[in-house]
């Protein structure tokens, strides 16, 4: 039997930690047969040789075809090329089916998780986080699901960053759909989307936790940037602790339900982040590949200082959706005038437009408090 489909197989058999899938298939592999003898020498029980003699031989077959299309890989535990940060966790993945760069898995990267119905200050502020982060030669590793997860691909790739995408379904389900296109784009950029899953498996919920201990383990650390207290970000954060990776928050504001998970997280020991280059500065340490932090910056640290001529309407707009109305109260301006005012405030990416008024995206140091007048 061929050492691919050995490793396959044994993908299928529950109860095997790391070390002894990996002594069981280096013995099976050397053997001239792999049949039920060999199994029991090799430490099987009777439910995990039937899971391995009747493994799917239609999932095998499609395997193999799969492997033929160029830049199709599947990584099994003993190759060089799989990921030594992964190898350190408590249940690395035996087999990983990659589609893409297979060394970008081997790169320092961050994991960057959040909400998948973020608001638009986490879109903001994920998006300004990855960026910087990318650019600073780090991989930007997520989950392709939709709101920050897609955020944070994109802004790699919009930095000429490389990204990786790891799936809770088999690549050739990618989930969710509508975000085929990016996947796409994240392989033809020099990326990669990988999964533990054999190929057709589909999006099954139980498969997303399994799916977060590879986005942490591949990490250095993880970057939550907005995630409610019951959802998976939270997962992926206690799993990378787990794993002795570092978590990194975003503070939120106050009542936004996305806020409350970073906030627990900072309670709980995480590191709360108001700026990239904080995760740059701590990495710096232990990594001498990383630039200078400011070399790469988006935004440079004098950008919020440049002249603002509506700093006593941008001060009047919070965190939180304010109404145009309550804007003009504040102020203590007319309704159009503050209109207008508004509009160049957010050509000029210091607000933005939702359904009800306005909130902050940027911060400048020479907007204060003393601008509101109620």
Known sequence: MAPMEIWLRLSGVRGLKGEQRNSIANFLIHQPRTEKPELVQAGLMEEQQYAFLHYSSAVIAETYAWLDQPGHHVITCDQKRYPERLKQIANPPSCLFV??????????????????????????????????????????????????????????????????????????????????????????????????????????????????RIISGLSLGVLVVEATLRSGSLVTARLALEQNRDVYAIPGALGNPGSEGPHWLIQQGALLTAHPDAILEQLQSDLAWLPSVTEASIYSQGEDNTSLPFADVLANVGDEVTPVDVVAERAGQPVPAIVAKLLELELAGWIAAVPGGYVRLRRASHVRRTHVLI
């Open 99 to 212: 589609q893409g760069d297979p060394g970008i898995l081997s790169t320092p990267q961050i994991a960057v998780v959040g909400s998948r119905d973020c608001s638009v200050y986490g879109r903001h502020w994920g998006r300004y986080f990855t960026q910087t982060l990318a650019q600073n030669g780090l991989t930007v590793t997520s989950g392709l699901a939709l709101g920050i997860d897609g955020v944070a691909h994109r802004a790699a790739l919009e930095a000429s960053g490389k990204t990786l995408a790891v799936l809770g379904s088999g690549l050739n389900h990618i989930y969710p759909q509508r975000h085929l296109g990016l996947a796409n784009e994240i392989v033809s950029r020099g990326g990669a989307i990988i999964s533990e899953f054999p190929l057709a498996t589909r999006p099954h919920a139980h498969n997303f936790p399994r799916r977060n």
